[in-house]
T-cell receptor, first 112, second 115 residues
Framework: QQQVKQSPQSLIVQKGGIPIINCAYE??????FPWYQQFPGKGPALLIA?????SEKKEGRFTISFNKSAKQFSLHIMDSQPGDSATYFC???????????FGTGTRLTIIP | KAGVTQTPRYLIKTRGQQVTLSCSPI?????VSWYQQTPGQGLQFLFE???????NKGNFPGRFSGRQFSNSRSEMNVSTLELGDSALYLC??????????????FGPGTRLTVL
């Protein structure tokens, strides 16, 4: 019940396309859902986060869509660029608790 | 503001030894969490410290321990190292405002190799 399931494991998209990464959770006590981007040799960098009281949040080219009834959330990257090639992780936490439960990651490749 | 810093960046140890890793959070952040990242298990939560107290602990053996100092800097220690402890150890800090989990910012990690 503590898991966060992430798909796909890897994704190849042409420059300018819109990669979509999906995550699903079981525990309805989760109330904070961040997305992280990680480049090789670096720590994860916070991209964008959402709470269950909104269905969508945009920050620059990154959008989170949140479906509370389906217990799913997804990351969309608009106008994707080769520099967006990285591993993306979804995560979840609950009740003001700093413990993040991470998805398994998606390796995204944007081809020119 | 300076980001989260971790030292050392790389460590090589042998089985049975112990190791101490250090983390300096973003200025003003009071919560420090530690994560282990491996190709097989992904990112797993170790523990979290707030105001020098451990608030949360993940599912790791007692060989993994940590502490936090009054200036919010944190250390984690792994005793009796095993080959499976080879991993990237990540520290994250947050302000942890009241009413909800705060945004967590990660450091670059310490790459531990156990031979």
């Amino acid at each position: 019940q503590q898991q966060v399931k992430q798909s796909p494991q890897s994704l190849i998209v042409q420059k300018g396309g819109i990669p979509i990464i999906n995550c699903a959770y079981e525990n309805t006590a989760f109330d904070y859902f961040p997305w992280y981007q990680q480049f090789p040799g670096k720590g994860p960098a916070l991209l964008i986060a959402i709470r269950p009281d909104v269905s969508e949040k945009k920050e620059g080219r990154f959008t989170i869509s949140f479906n509370k009834s389906a217990k799913q959330f997804s990351l969309h990257i608009m106008d994707s660029q080769p520099g967006d090639s990285a591993t993306y992780f979804c995560a979840a936490s609950m009740g003001g608790n700093e413990k993040l439960t991470f998805g398994t990651g998606t390796r995204l490749t944007i081809i020119p | 503001k300076a980001g989260v810093t971790q030292t050392p960046r790389y460590l090589i140890k042998t089985r049975g030894q112990q190791v101490t890793l250090s983390c300096s959070p973003i200025s003003g952040h009071r919560s420090v969490s530690w994560y282990q990242q491996t190709p097989g298990q992904g990112l797993q939560f170790l523990f979290e410290y707030f105001s020098e107290t451990q608030r949360n602990k993940g599912n790791f053996p007692g060989r993994f321990s940590g502490r936090q100092f009054s200036n919010s800097r944190s250390e984690m220690n792994v005793s009796t190292l095993e080959l499976g402890d080879s991993a990237l150890y990540l520290c994250a800090s947050s302000f942890n405002r009241a009413g909800g989990a705060g945004a967590q910012y990660f450091g670059p990690g310490t790459r531990l190799t156990v031979l």
